[in-house]
T-cell receptor
Framework: DADVTQTPRNRITKTGKRIMLECSQTKGHDRMYWYRQDPGLGLRLIYYSFDVKDINKGEISDGYSVSRQAQAKFSLSLESAIPNQTALYFC????????????FGPGTRLTVL | AQTVTQSQPEMSVQEAETVTLSCTYDTSESDYYLFWYKQPPSRQMILVIRQEAYKQQNATENRFSVNFQKAAKSFSLKISDSQLGDAAMYFCAYRSAYSGTYKYIFGTGTRLKVLA
């Protein structure tokens, strides 16, 4: 079984809809991250969390919100989706004690029409 | 602020040949980590190799090796004996080694094509 899972893998939605992307991990890591990937722009950090009570904005948090429901779960929400949020979204985890590698989920391809 | 630059959007290599992907970075810190990640068509991000800045020896993982030039702030990836399965997008990434920091800074990626 995969250590970091994301649901859904693919999603098509319409402008104005609320959508949630979910991430779960079995690695026991404290730190979790949400990135978006766009062609030519690489990966950009949306939000990150160091534990259940710690949520921090990344470089492109506008239009997004997150929830850390448990150590193993970190959800990303788009309250009112817009077409320029069409992208590939990745969840990642890392370990507090040896925080020099990130482990990624398989990604969610989101299309906003 | 730290930056990571990959100046080659796309590269091609013949199967069994060697290719080098370039990465430069900018930082005022002295201790940090550098990474190369591979993203095949499956979309999964896979760690290829990592380098600790305090180590002078270049990291090697089988056919993958790096040329780490700390003074020049350069971190290139060499792939030897290229295989069709090496075709992917490759991302260079930086992370500070100072405790409490969180940011992994990624480059924009280099798409590698392997020609049969």
């Amino acid at each position: 079984d995969a250590d970091v899972t994301q649901t859904p893998r693919n999603r098509i939605t319409k402008t104005g809809k609320r959508i949630m992307l979910e991430c779960s991990q079995t690695k026991g890591h404290d730190r979790m991250y949400w990135y978006r990937q766009d062609p030519g722009l690489g990966l950009r950090l949306i939000y990150y969390s160091f534990d259940v009570k710690d949520i921090n904005k990344g470089e492109i948090s506008d239009g997004y919100s997150v929830s850390r429901q448990a150590q193993a779960k970190f959800s990303l929400s788009l309250e009112s989706a817009i077409p320029n949020q069409t992208a590939l979204y990745f969840c990642a985890t890392s370990d507090l004690d040896s925080d020099n590698e990130q482990f990624f989920g398989p990604g969610t391809r989101l299309t906003v029409l | 602020a730290q930056t990571v630059t990959q100046s080659q959007p796309e590269m091609s290599v013949q199967e069994a040949e060697t290719v080098t992907l370039s990465c430069t970075y900018d930082t005022s810190e002295s201790d940090y980590y550098l990474f190369w990640y591979k993203q095949p068509p499956s979309r999964q991000m896979i760690l290829v190799i990592r380098q600790e800045a305090y180590k002078q020896q270049n990291a090697t993982e089988n056919r993958f090796s790096v040329n780490f030039q700390k003074a020049a702030k350069s971190f290139s990836l060499k792939i030897s004996d290229s295989q069709l399965g090496d075709a992917a997008m490759y991302f260079c990434a930086y992370r500070s080694a100072y405790s409490g920091t969180y940011k992994y800074i990624f480059g924009t990626g280099t798409r590698l094509k392997v020609l049969a």
